[in-house]
């Protein structure tokens, strides 16, 4: 399949809004969860500020100038909104945004933090990867009291990533309060894989990808992908996306698979104390 939409600013307002729903979902999943934490957020004219909690990795904004310019008003606006509830501002910044960002990212000196490459492809319901996939590898959307199971599963893949510790702790608590499917992977009908996805429009967001251990190098996450593409399209979806890090085993695996990036972006942040 090579109808690859051109990536320019009307693909990256999709990708990004995208993104975005399916962070306001979790951030409203979480608000449900825990309402004593204060989850919330806010649109300013069509970018998105999320407050998940200090020290999350939603607490920033998504799509800052996509939809339109940003004004100093705009930027006052979106800062309060973190700063009011105690938490560092972060914006992760497509350089297809508008002019103005760079502008008030410069006048208000914040600095670069990390790199994300947004990579996308095309799909359709008898999508198929051009691999070797492992039969006995079942994937299936997990049910509503099997959420525990799926989390259980999911720390288990990313147990090694201990920065996301406290992070994964709770995210059975919150999943079981959003609407979005997640998925599980089973080989000899013990889980072993998990995956979640946001579809939004015509687009689908893959994330939440991980294998415990002892499953690794056995294709789980190649049939997780396939079949997680496939599901998207008969949902109506014509594109799928994927955030990594930039040289990341994760990005050459989508590119083998048939993703291409995007654009790459910034997450820019400042401490505090600017006012």
């Not at 975005?20 to 649109?43: H, L």
């Not at 992070?167 to 009908?189: C, W």
């Not at 049939?223 to 997680?228: C, K, N, P, Q, V």
């Not at 399209?233 to 050459?252: H, K, L, N, Y």
Request: a negative charge.
């Amino acid at each position: 399949m090579n109808d690859y939409p051109f990536a320019d600013i009307e693909l990256a307002q999709r990708l990004e809004r995208t993104e975005a729903s399916g962070n306001i979902e979790f951030v409203e999943a979480r608000a449900k969860a825990f309402p004593d934490r204060g989850a919330t957020w806010i649109e300013v004219v069509g970018t998105f500020a999320m407050f998940d909690g200090i020290g999350s990795p939603l607490t920033q904004t998504f799509g800052l100038g996509v939809s339109q310019p940003i004004t100093a008003e705009h930027m006052d606006t979106i800062e309060e909104f973190f700063r009011s509830r105690g938490a560092e501002v972060f914006h992760e910044v497509c350089p297809l945004a508008d002019a103005s960002v760079w502008e008030l990212i410069k006048e208000r000196t914040y600095q670069p933090v990390e790199f994300s490459n947004v990579l996308y492809r095309p799909i359709s319901v008898d999508l198929r990867l051009d691999a070797s996939r492992n039969a006995d590898i079942k994937v299936r959307v997990v049910e509503k009291n099997e959420i525990d199971m799926w989390a259980q599963t999911s720390s288990e893949g990313w147990k090694e990533f201990t920065e996301v510790a406290d992070f994964l702790l709770e995210l059975n608590q919150v999943v079981k309060h959003s609407e979005r499917p997640s998925f599980i992977g089973e080989l000899d009908g013990k889980p072993i894989a998990t995956g979640r996805l946001t579809i939004e429009g015509d687009v689908a967001l893959l994330a939440g990808a991980s294998t415990i251990p002892a499953a690794r190098r056995q294709g789980a996450q190649l049939a997780m992908l396939e079949d997680r593409l496939r599901y998207a399209a008969a949902q109506g979806c014509t594109i799928a996306m994927i955030v990594t890090q930039p040289g990341s085993g994760s990005q050459r695996n989508a590119e083998r698979h048939g993703f291409r990036i995007a654009y790459t972006r910034i997450k820019w942040g400042t401490g505090l104390s600017h006012g």
